[in-house]
């Protein structure tokens, strides 16, 4: 039997639709109880643009066809829509008061938005489609997930998730083309995909993904424009990124005890912090750049798994690193007016050059194995602002610009050449070490603290005419084979400084020990100037 509405109408009680009974709703419809079909009973819409408002414990329930041109829930109660038929909203879904539960048996297509407005609650625990609008929260409405694996799945050019109270569904995919914005904090249980085409904006809103990945797909982005808040949290293992679009985040951080894994060939950008939580680990696999910290915490790491990825750091007065879990990447920069502040005491490692900008600072307050080379462009300073750390460079530079150079320790080991260069100060608080099979030129003026050691045949030697000062107690030399070569050597300050070395020692002009101090010369060497105290 087929019976259609064609009139506004309001029952303040059940609406039932029998086995193979077919239920037309083309006018308002007001049900105070349930709409339910029995089985193979169909509800339908096939004229004008109806509203069916159900304030009842049930919609649906059979495994007929259920069409809808809008579908509201209303009443201070729960409603639960179900069926395993084919379920279709032509417009909008909407939870208006109470609790709407969309559930785990269906398979939900809506054409515009869904929403849960003021003090409702939309459970959205089903496989949900949504083809021109958003998923949307007014107020302290709120969209939950409290059973199943449903996947909400957003197609269209544009829309809102959120908006009011918080969206927390299971997994979220983005579909279609133009831009799904962020209103409200929002929390996938597993994945959030973005694909080609599309464009996810943060809208300075949390966004928490948990136990999944937050992907995109070629020229699908991630984007947070004129974001002041909002933080992106991975939590357990997962890919962040992936993609040729640009992902853009205010904040990024990591919790739980997983791995994240960030990659993509776009433009990345983080316009705040990166945190990564202790015991998780967040590997940067390409290239992005960081406006404030990029701290791990206690055991946190941060890695480097695959690619030659460069992290450029641009903020002033932050940090990188902090706590005790390893650091590893691939290479650093600073950028723009950076003060940056690098520390950790875990293994700290750069597999290839670090270079510091034009108008930057990095101090280097733990100790790290850079496996390139560790340079300053013109006015950009290397410093050493507080503990005792040991900078080992395997590259063929340290230095280069005009800014100042400043180490506690400093081992060069490369198997060849390494130049020390910079016209700015160049200071050394406690040694400088030569790794056996390298030679240190020294090509500029410096002031070394402790000690200037060779070991076995590490050599040093020098271009132009520079002037190493030893201003403590400390040695010269302890190599066997490597040969010593300076231009001027000059003592300073109260301490006794040891010369000893087994190879050729040359100074190729001055010798000049400074009052209160003591030079002791325990192995043959030449001066071609003058030797003065």
Same mark, same amino acid.
């Given at each position: 039997a087929v019976t259609t509405l064609s009139d506004t109408l309001t029952v303040s009680n059940n609406v039932s639709v029998g086995t193979d009974s077919t239920f037309n709703i083309n006018a308002n419809l007001t049900v105070t109880g349930s709409l339910t079909n029995t089985t193979t009973g169909i509800i339908n819409q096939t004229a004008n643009?109806?509203?069916?408002?159900?304030s009842g414990t049930s919609i649906g329930g059979g495994s007929g066809n259920i069409t809808f041109y809008r579908l509201q829930k209303a009443g201070a109660g729960a409603t639960t829509f179900s069926g395993s038929g084919t379920n279709t909203v032509n417009d909008t879904l909407d939870a208006t008061a109470g609790?709407?539960?969309?559930?785990?048996?269906?398979?939900?297509?809506?054409?515009?938005?869904?929403?849960?407005?003021?003090?409702?609650?939309?459970?959205?625990?089903?496989?949900?489609?949504?083809?021109?609008?958003?998923?949307?929260?007014?107020?302290?409405?709120?969209?939950?997930?409290?059973?199943?694996?449903?996947?909400?799945?957003?197609?269209?050019?544009?829309?809102t998730i959120g908006g009011g109270g918080t969206v927390t569904i299971y997994n979220l995919v983005l579909g279609g083309s133009g831009t799904q914005t962020l209103g409200s904090d929002t929390t996938s249980s597993t994945d959030v995909s973005v694909p080609a085409g599309k464009t996810l904006e943060l809208g300075s809103k949390n966004l928490t993904v948990n136990?999944?990945?937050?992907?995109?797909?070629?020229?699908?982005?991630?984007?947070?424009?004129?974001?002041?808040?909002?933080?992106?949290?991975?939590?357990?293992?997962?890919?962040?990124?992936?993609?040729?679009?640009a992902i853009t985040f205010y904040n990024l951080s990591t919790s739980g005890t997983g791995t994240t894994t960030f990659s993509g060939s776009g433009t990345n950008s983080v316009l705040n912090d990166i945190t990564v939580g202790t015991s998780t680990t967040l590997n940067i696999n390409s290239s992005a750049s960081v406006a404030g910290n990029f701290n791990n915490t206690t055991t946190g790491i941060i890695g480097t798994s695959a690619g030659t990825p460069t992290l450029t750091m641009t903020g002033t007065t932050k940090t990188l690193g902090g706590g005790s879990g390893a650091i590893t990447l691939y290479a650093l920069t600073t950028s723009g007016t950076a003060s940056v502040t690098f520390s950790g005491s875990g293994t700290?490692?750069?597999?290839?050059?670090?270079?510091?900008?034009?108008?930057?600072?990095?101090?280097?307050?733990?100790?790290?194995?850079?496996?390139?080379?560790?340079?300053?462009?013109?006015?950009?300073i290397i410093g050493t602002s507080a503990g005792?750390?040991?900078?080992?460079?395997?590259?063929?530079?340290?230095?280069?610009?005009?800014?100042?150079?400043?180490?506690?320790?400093?081992?060069?080991?490369?198997? @060849?050449? /390494? +130049?020390?260069?910079?016209?700015? *100060? #160049? $200071?050394?608080?406690?040694?400088?070490? =030569?790794? %056996?099979? !390298? &030679?240190?030129?020294?090509n500029n003026s410096i002031s070394i603290g402790n000690s200037l050691t060779n070991s076995t045949s590490g050599a040093i030697t020098y271009s132009g005419t520079p002037t190493i000062t030893m201003t403590g107690t400390g040695s010269i030399g302890g190599g066997t084979t490597g040969?010593?070569?300076?231009?001027?050597?000059?003592?300073?300050?109260? @301490?006794? /400084? +040891?010369?000893?070395?087994?190879? *050729? #020692? $040359?100074?190729?002009?001055?010798?000049? =020990?400074? %009052?209160? !101090? &003591?030079?002791n010369i325990n192995s043959s060497a030449s001066v071609a100037g003058n030797f003065n105290n």
């Open positions: 643009s109806p509203v069916v408002t159900v609790t709407l539960t969309l559930s785990t048996t269906n398979v939900i297509t809506v054409a515009g938005n869904v929403s849960a407005s003021t003090s409702a609650t939309l459970n959205q625990n089903t496989a949900l489609t949504i083809n021109g609008g958003g998923l949307l929260t007014s107020g302290t409405g709120v969209v939950n997930t409290t059973a199943g694996t449903g996947t909400v799945t957003i197609n269209g050019t544009g829309g136990g999944g990945d937050f992907t995109t797909t070629t020229t699908g982005s991630i984007t947070c424009s004129g974001c002041t808040a909002g933080t992106v949290t991975m939590s357990t293992t997962g890919n962040l990124g992936g993609g040729s679009g700290n490692t750069i597999n290839n050059n670090v270079s510091v900008g034009s108008g930057t600072t990095l101090n280097i307050n733990s100790s790290v194995s850079i496996a390139g080379s560790l340079t300053n462009t013109t006015t950009g005792t750390p040991t900078v080992t460079v395997n590259g063929t530079s340290v230095g280069g610009g005009s800014g100042n150079l400043t180490f506690y320790n400093l081992t060069v080991g490369v198997a @060849g050449t /390494v +130049t020390f260069s910079g016209s700015g *100060t #160049n $200071t050394i608080n406690n040694t400088l070490a =030569v790794n %056996a099979g !390298t &030679t240190l030129s020294i040969a010593i070569t300076i231009y001027n050597l000059a003592t300073s300050g109260t @301490g006794t /400084v +040891t010369f000893t070395n087994g190879g *050729t #020692n $040359t100074v190729n002009n001055d010798i000049s =020990v400074g %009052a209160g !101090t &003591t030079l």
